[in-house]
């Protein structure tokens, strides 16, 4: 079945750090993937869409000069958060959808972020 | 935008049969998911629907009704390790998915 695998699964890092997380979509070609974040008993909530050689597209209220993505290739995107403060601790999640003709295709989720800044 | 609404907790006994409901009004539609989030863990998949109706994989099924803007997922012979977060979410025509804050189940012997 797909797997996504996202790195690391935990980080832990002082405020004003900037961290990256990668998440690798490992037996598929996708040319979408999806960054969510999910604070302590809420729902996952969308961030931003990477798209495969072309910008990301933000939710409203997400900054994109502080939640960098690249999507370089078919089965790499990574999100950078530039100077973390404590208020950007949360789990982070992305997900990955098949090309073309996965109209029924669900999304498939890495193992998640858990991002804490001291 | 989306509005997606769930329960918040439900608890049963194992064994027993519980039905989680969604209903949702959203500016496009593409398709129902529900997944299953154990805590502090990633979402897996459960079930699909697009089209009206039941779709039953094991002891889980799904049934929507798009004129209702409903869906249901109905977990039969509970089992202790069901006990999780089920989210329910409704996917859009770019694909993006809106999540439901989810409903916590708690399954006790």
């Known amino acids: 079945g797909a797997v996504v695998s996202q790195h690391p699964s935990w980080v832990i890092c002082k405020s004003g750090t900037s961290v990256k997380i990668e998440c690798r979509s490992l037996?598929?070609?996708?040319?979408?993937m999806f960054w969510y974040r999910q604070f302590p008993k809420q729902s996952l909530m969308l961030m931003a869409t990477?798209?495969?050689?072309?910008?990301?597209?933000?939710e409203q209220g997400v900054e994109k000069d502080k939640f960098l993505i690249n999507h370089a290739s078919l089965t790499l995107s990574t999100l950078t958060v530039t100077s973390a403060h404590p208020e950007d601790s949360s789990f982070y999640i992305c997900?990955?959808?098949?090309?073309?003709?996965?109209?029924?295709?669900?999304?498939?989720f890495g193992d998640g972020t858990r991002l804490s800044i001291l | 935008g989306q509005n997606i609404d769930q329960p918040t907790e439900m608890t049963a006994t194992e064994g027993a049969i519980v039905q989680i409901n969604c209903t949702y009004q959203?500016?496009?539609?593409?398709?129902l998911f529900w997944y299953q989030q154990h805590a502090g863990e990633a979402p897996t998949f459960l079930s699909y629907?697009?089209?009206?109706g039941l779709e039953e994989k094991g002891r889980f099924s799904s049934f929507l009704s798009r004129s209702k803007g409903y869906s249901y997922l109905l977990l039969k012979e509970l089992q202790m390790k069901d006990s999780a977060s089920y989210l329910c979410?409704?996917?859009?025509?770019?694909?993006?998915?809106?999540f439901g804050a989810g409903t916590t189940v708690t399954v006790r012997a």
């Open positions: 990477s798209n495969e050689g072309s910008k990301a597209t933000y």
């Open positions: 979410a409704v996917r859009d025509g770019d694909y993006k998915l809106s």
């Open positions: 629907n697009v089209l009206d």
């Open positions: 959203t500016s496009g539609f593409n398709g």
């Open positions: 037996d598929f070609q996708a040319t979408t």
């Open positions: 997900s990955a959808r098949k090309m073309r003709g996965s109209g029924n295709q669900p999304q498939h």
